[in-house]
């Protein structure tokens, strides 16, 4: 999304190192191109929230003190654009990563994608059995999801070098280890593009 990865995004603004986000730009680009010549659906995950923020949960929600986007946004509103409000540009998708015909985009205000919406029952009328993560960020929305999806009974493969967090990248390599150990399988880019051709 403009509010992680490009240059002047929230994070970027307020002084962040975006770097490592920026180099998954790639990998997910080689992934999503190779998903689609092989009919493999691809699915976005965008956090949004109404720019009332009326679906943020308010002051009683940790959601509202936690939710590095909403903190940023509320102590610096300047910034409101850059961040997670609907019909911003910092909502907006990345242009070397904007979705294709077919692409399904899902619409959260959580961190796992499967909270409040329709996915699961997206991925059940696509008989979809494996699913294949990338994205930012690694211990938030993507292990997030990630672990919604093993409770659902889906079959989680993490791309190691298409995923990235604003941070240390000993917190990175924790959620892979945690991946590893309980919740799934990770691979990286090359392997997971030998996968998808098949």
């Known amino acids: 999304k403009m509010s992680l990865l490009p240059r ?16 998954t730009i790639t990998p997910i680009e080689k992934i999503t191109h190779m998903a689609r010549s092989k009919g493999v659906t691809v699915i976005y995950t965008v956090h949004a929230y ?6 943020t949960g308010g002051p009683s929600s940790p959601n509202w003190w936690k939710e590095p986007t909403l903190v940023m946004c509320r102590k610096y509103p300047e910034h409101a654009d850059k961040g997670c409000f609907r019909n911003t540009w910092g909502c907006e998708i990345i242009d070397e990563l904007k979705p294709r015909k077919g ?67 000993s917190v990175h390599d924790a959620t892979l280890s945690t991946v590893r150990i309980a919740f799934g399988w990770v691979t990286n880019t090359e392997d997971a593009l030998k996968a998808l051709a098949g």
């Open 50 to 55: 109404s720019s009332d923020m009326y679906d």
């Open 8 to 23: 002047g995004g929230l994070f970027d603004a307020h002084g962040m190192d975006i770097s490592s986000c920026r180099k």
């Open 103 to 169: 692409d399904v985009i899902i619409e959260k205000n959580k961190y796992s994608a499967f909270t409040g919406t329709n996915l699961d029952n997206i991925l059940k009328a696509h008989n979809a059995k494996h699913l294949i993560f990338t994205g930012v960020t690694t211990n938030v929305c993507v292990e997030s999801t990630l672990r919604n999806a093993y409770f659902l009974e889906y079959w989680p493969v993490i791309v190691s070098d298409a995923c990235a967090l604003i941070g240390p990248p």
